[in-house]
C-alpha cells in the first residue's frame, strides 16, 4: 500500500515554456501532498504543503506566482512551473501523506520528475 | 544551527558489518522521526519510522530514539553492498506537519 506515482519522470523543455506534473496517491487518500525539489549533492527543500480543496501553502523564498500548485481532489496534485528558466532544472518529487488509517504523519514519496530547461 | 543535522560522509563500512548512521534535531518538541534511503538519481523511500524513546527493529534496521539528547539512529545490521545509498533522516516539525530532513549520509559498503 501506500504507493505515490508522478509523471512525467523526465522533461524537457524549452526556457520560457510551462511544465505541469502530475502526482497521484495510487491506493489511499491523500489529506496533504507536499511538493519537494533537490538539486544534485543536495538535500530534499519542501517548496509547498497542499491540502485539498484548499490554496497551498509555500515555503519562504518560494514564488507562489510561478509555481502553480492545484489539489483538486484526494488522489491528485498538479504543480506547474510558469516560465521555466534553466535554474529551474531539477528533481522535483512530490509526496502523499495518508488519512485513512495508519498515522497520518508519515509521507510517501512518488518517483520523482527531473525537469531540464534548456 | 540547523533544525536536522547528519554528517554527510562518506560512510564505508565492510560487507557484513553493522553501519551506524546518527542524527541530531533541535526541535525539543518533535515526536516523530523518519529515516528515508535514497539511491542515486531516484527519490527517498521509507525505510523507518520511530515515535517512542529506544529501539524499534524491523528486520536489519534498528532505529533507536533519545529525546532527551535529541537524538536519533539507525543501526543496518549484515551490511550488503546494495545498502551503499544516501540516509535520510527526517523529523516532523509539530504544529507545521512539514517534515525538515538532514542532509543525509552518503553510506558504501565494501564488497
Known amino acids: 500500500g501506500a504507493v505515490v506515482s508522478q509523471h512525467p519522470s523526465r522533461v524537457i523543455c524549452k526556457s520560457g515554456t510551462s511544465v505541469k506534473i502530475e502526482c497521484r496517491s495510487l491506493d489511499f487518500q491523500a489529506t496533504t501532498m507536499f511538493w519537494y525539489r533537490q538539486f544534485p549533492k543536495q538535500s530534499l527543500m519542501l517548496m509547498a504543503t497542499?491540502?485539498?480543496?484548499?490554496?497551498?501553502?509555500?515555503e519562504q523564498g518560494v514564488e507562489k506566482d510561478k509555481f502553480l500548485i492545484n489539489h483538486a481532489s484526494l488522489t491528485l496534485s498538479t504543480l506547474t512551473v510558469t516560465s521555466a528558466h534553466p535554474e529551474d532544472s531539477s528533481f522535483y518529487i512530490c509526496s502523499a501523506s495518508s488519512r485513512s488509517g495508519g498515522r497520518t504523519d508519515t509521507q510517501y514519496f512518488g518517483p520523482g520528475t527531473r525537469l531540464t530547461v534548456l | 544551527q540547523k533544525e536536522v543535522e547528519q554528517n554527510s560522509g562518506p560512510l564505508s563500512v565492510p560487507e557484513g558489518a553493522i553501519a551506524s548512521l546518527n542524527c541530531t534535531y533541535s526541535d525539543r518538541v518533535s515526536q516523530s522521526f523518519f529515516w528515508y534511503r535514497q539511491y542515486s538519481g531516484k527519490s527517498p523511500e521509507l525505510i523507518m519510522s520511530?515515535?517512542?524513546?529506544g529501539d524499534k527493529e524491523d528486520g536489519r534496521f534498528t532505529a533507536q530514539l533519545n529525546k532527551a539528547s535529541q537524538y536519533v539512529s539507525l543501526l543496518i545490521r549484515d551490511s550488503q553492498p546494495s545498502d551503499s545509498a544516501t540516509y535520510l533522516c527526517a523529523v516532523l516539525i509539530q504544529g507545521a506537519q512539514k517534515l525538515v530532513f538532514g542532509q543525509g549520509t552518503r553510506l558504501t559498503i565494501n564488497p
Open positions: 520511530i515515535y517512542s524513546n
Open positions: 497542499s491540502n485539498e480543496g484548499s490554496k497551498a501553502t509555500y
